[in-house]
């Protein structure tokens, strides 16, 4: 039977002539980059979904006679974008040639500090998306018909938008710029997991290591 990774790196040290230790380092070493090689290429391929993704949104805005909304959702997604490449270009830097688990730990460092400042610039781009898909598709060319409607059958009118509905949907968008952070956290995780979790096994089991032997 195939010998695990924790016994090879056990007998490694046990005898030291088998001279298994270096090649189990070696192991994790391309195990640690295949892990961050895998994330950036998920990342950058986020990226162009959300700069794609929100180029045909605002052509989509042009013919629903929503231009303004439209362009607004643009600049906000590009600056999303433009951020989410600036730190692709930070872990980049992350030095490789230090050792697999000092790597990982940098890597996971890495999340963390990111989580955290998409965290804070969600607290405005939640906000802000919200409110313009509202005001941009009440006010669009699309819904005239329905804002016809709707005056002609209800009293509960300000500056043509429904008190209610809006008190609801500015409720909603302030709750979004709170919670943003945790909502944030929650899509790295839908869209990262299998990562995640690969990277957190690999720590575990060089931790488990590093209290027996330390890894080079």
Do not use: C
């Amino acid at each position: 039977m195939e010998k695990s990774i924790e016994t090879m790196w056990k007998e490694g040290f046990l005898n030291s002539n088998a001279l298994i230790a270096p090649k189990v380092n070696d192991i994790y070493n391309k195990k640690s980059i295949h892990i961050i090689d895998k994330f950036q290429k998920m990342f950058l391929i986020n990226i162009w979904g959300i700069i794609i993704g929100s180029s045909l949104l605002f052509i989509a805005s042009y013919f629903a006679g929503a231009l303004l909304a439209g362009s607004i959702v643009l600049i906000m997604m590009l600056w999303v974008a433009y951020t989410a490449y600036q730190e692709l270009k930070a872990l980049e830097k992350v030095d490789k040639g230090q050792s697999s688990y000092t790597f990982l730990k940098s890597f996971k460092d890495w999340i963390s500090k990111s989580i955290d400042r998409y965290g804070k610039m969600y607290r405005v781009v939640y906000p802000v998306l919200i409110l313009v898909f509202y005001f941009g598709i009440w006010f669009s060319d699309m819904f005239a018909g329905k804002r016809e409607m709707v005056a002609a059958n209800s009293n509960d009118l300000v500056f043509g938008l429904h008190i209610y509905t809006t008190i609801i949907i500015i409720i909603a968008a302030v709750l979004m710029g709170i919670f943003s952070k945790a909502i944030h956290s929650k899509d790295v995780k839908t869209i990262y997991g299998g990562i995640l979790r690969k990277l957190d096994l690999a720590l575990a089991e060089m931790e488990e290591l590093r209290d027996e032997q330390p890894l080079s």
